[in-house]
Nanobody, 128 residues
Framework: QLQLVESGGGLVQPGGSLRLSCAAS????????VGWFRQAPGKEREGVSC????????NYADSVKGRFTISRDNAKNTVYLQMNSLKPEDTAVYYC?????????????????????WGQGTQVTVSS
């Protein structure tokens, strides 16, 4: 069964940190860009960050630049999102997704519709 599984969410105080993990099973992430998306109640899903197959290229939404870091460990078939200096407005369900591409056709995060596999999501709540 091909799936992505997120973990690492939880409740954290403003200014705190969390590290989300996105583990793939049933397929190799080596051929896929991976993106993190989030959706807060009553809001549309938004892209947070993405990373190329090799990890050499990364992209971030302006709202998280300088606070979040995406990375990957292809040997572990896992992508991470380190979130520091968390704010209440970061509260959302966070999803990871994988998008297959060939050659050098990374072209950044792309739209959510272009992703092939999605995880079930993990809740992140930032509150005092």
């Amino acid at each position: 069964q091909l799936q992505l599984v997120e973990s690492g969410g939880g409740l954290v105080q403003p200014g705190g940190s969390l590290r989300l993990s996105c583990a793939a099973s049933g397929f190799s992430l080596d051929y896929y860009a991976v993106g993190w998306f989030r959706q807060a109640p009553g809001k549309e899903r938004e892209g947070v960050s993405c990373i190329s197959r090799s990890g050499s290229s990364t992209n971030y939404a302006d709202s998280v630049k300088g606070r979040f870091t995406i990375s990957r460990d292809n040997a572990k078939n896992t992508v991470y999102l380190q979130m520091n200096s968390l704010k209440p407005e970061d509260t959302a369900v966070y999803y990871c997704a994988a998008r297959r591409y060939s050659g050098s056709a990374y072209y950044g995060c792309r739209t959510a519709a272009e992703y092939d596999y999605w995880g079930q999501g993990t809740q992140v709540t930032v509150s005092s």
